[in-house]
């Protein structure tokens, strides 16, 4: 799904592509270490891609800690394609 979406928005060879998500997907993991890392509660303000439940960060957090509560919230443009799959919680703005 990142590998389509990404493609979508970018030109760029398969073999780029395929780095492109992996950098993604370290990008992701590595933020989620350091969530897990912080003893306080912390509040992430990332894009879209990143935060998204269906495949960013949350899905990191549940495969390294499925014990703490997890949501998402997101702030989005009212054109934007955003979706109950994509956030617990939408504030769309003009």
Do not use: C
Not at 33 to 46: D, H, S, T, Y
Request: net charge neutral; charged share 25%.
């Amino acid at each position: 799904m990142l590998f389509d979406d990404i493609n979508s928005f970018h030109t760029m060879s398969p073999k780029a592509s395929e780095i492109f998500v992996e950098v993604q997907l370290r990008k992701d993991r590595t933020m989620t270490g350091f969530l897990l890392a912080n003893k306080r509660q912390i509040v992430l303000i990332a894009g879209l891609y990143h935060a998204n439940k269906s495949l960013g960060i949350l899905l990191h957090l549940m495969d390294l800690d499925t014990k703490q509560a997890k949501s998402v919230n997101a702030i989005a443009f009212e054109r934007s394609k955003i979706g109950e799959q994509d956030a617990d919680f939408v504030i769309f703005w003009q």
